[in-house]
């Protein structure tokens, strides 16, 4: 089974890049996949306050982009040494999250990983638009892995986070292969919105709990046969109330887990935007590393 052939790491050779990038040659090493690492340079033009003429900001642009070049390749012969692989190396100019974005669309099967948020970026528009990282969740159509453990040990305890929507179909699968020595559990949140909306409408106490027992039962039945399909007994489900990224981050502490799996779906534009996703939401807030599955990621079993 591999679904992953290219592990394409963004690095800005800051302290949680670094953790990105070694997070990745670990992956590729153990799934035999191709590393990429690729630096993208800021356009000059786009610095508040920039008076460069166009020729002076493409100079300073070419020369970071040799700085950077020189850098990625120190880096890339450090990993080889380390992880006994030979990274590819790619610099670009532009946006960071549309050109990685971009970068690993011509790769097929990628998985982009990710700092959490690089040193350049604690200004004013980073924190209004959201990191890279955030934004690479919008901008990319593979999955994304964002790091945030501070060591780079196998993962040995994974929350696969299931809705039974179309977003989360493949995650009990992209978890087992990203975490091969885990414990995995499936977990699915109990939403109480809808039992809010009941008793508006009037619904009595006796047909509520009924509703919710009749729910709680169907769920469990689902997430059972997920089990039965994975085949796969370093796999247990778990039934939480509430909502679900607070709850999400909340079992992910009490494991704890190093790794949190979900799918990504559900509002769009500007909806997204004010109010967040729940894989957005838990990508913000986890403590530990979000892989987060593009609902239009298919695995590809060999």
């Known amino acids: 089974m591999q679904p992953f052939t290219h592990i394409i790491a963004a690095t800005d050779f800051s302290v949680a890049a670094e953790r990105a990038v070694r997070r990745a040659a670990k992956i590729a090493r153990q799934l035999g996949a191709e590393l990429h690492l690729i630096h993208v340079v800021h356009p000059m033009d786009l610095y508040l306050g920039s008076e460069l003429s166009f020729g002076s900001q493409k100079y300073y642009e070419h020369k970071l982009q040799e700085s950077g070049k020189s850098q990625l390749d120190t880096l890339a012969a450090n990993l080889q040494q380390d992880f006994g692989i030979q990274p590819e190396i790619a610099t670009r100019i532009g946006l960071a999250h549309t050109e990685i974005a971009s970068y ?22 980073s924190l209004l638009l959201g ?3 955030m934004r690479l969740l919008r901008a990319a159509t593979c999955p994304v892995l964002i790091v945030r453990n501070m060591e780079e040990n196998h993962y040995r305890h994974v ?13 009990p699968t992209l978890a087992r292969i990203a975490a091969p020595e885990a414990h995995i559990e499936i977990l ?4 109480l919105i809808q ?26 039945k689902k997430l059972g046969k997920i089990l039965t399909d994975q085949h796969d007994n370093r796999m247990t489900h778990k039934i939480v109330t509430g909502y679900p990224a607070t709850e999400i981050c909340a079992r992910a502490t009490e494991l704890p887990a190093d790794l949190i799996v979900i799918g990504r779906h559900g509002m769009s534009g500007m909806q997204e935007w004010l109010l967040g996703s729940v894989s957005k939401n838990v990508s913000r807030a986890a403590t530990c590393d979000v892989l987060v599955v593009n609902q239009h990621h298919e695995v590809r079993e060999q």
């Open 104 to 125: 690993a669309s011509n790769k097929a099967n990628g998985l982009v990983v990710a700092g959490a948020r690089g040193e350049n970026e604690s200004n004013l528009l």
């Open 131 to 133: 990191s890279t990282a």
């Open 159 to 171: 929350i696969a986070t299931v809705d039974f929507s179309a977003g989360s179909a493949e995650v």
């Open 188 to 191: 699915h949140i109990f939403e």
């Open 195 to 220: 039992e809010a909306r009941m008793r508006r409408i009037g619904l009595d106490n006796v047909n509520l709990n009924k509703y919710h027992n009749d729910a709680l039962i169907e769920v469990d």
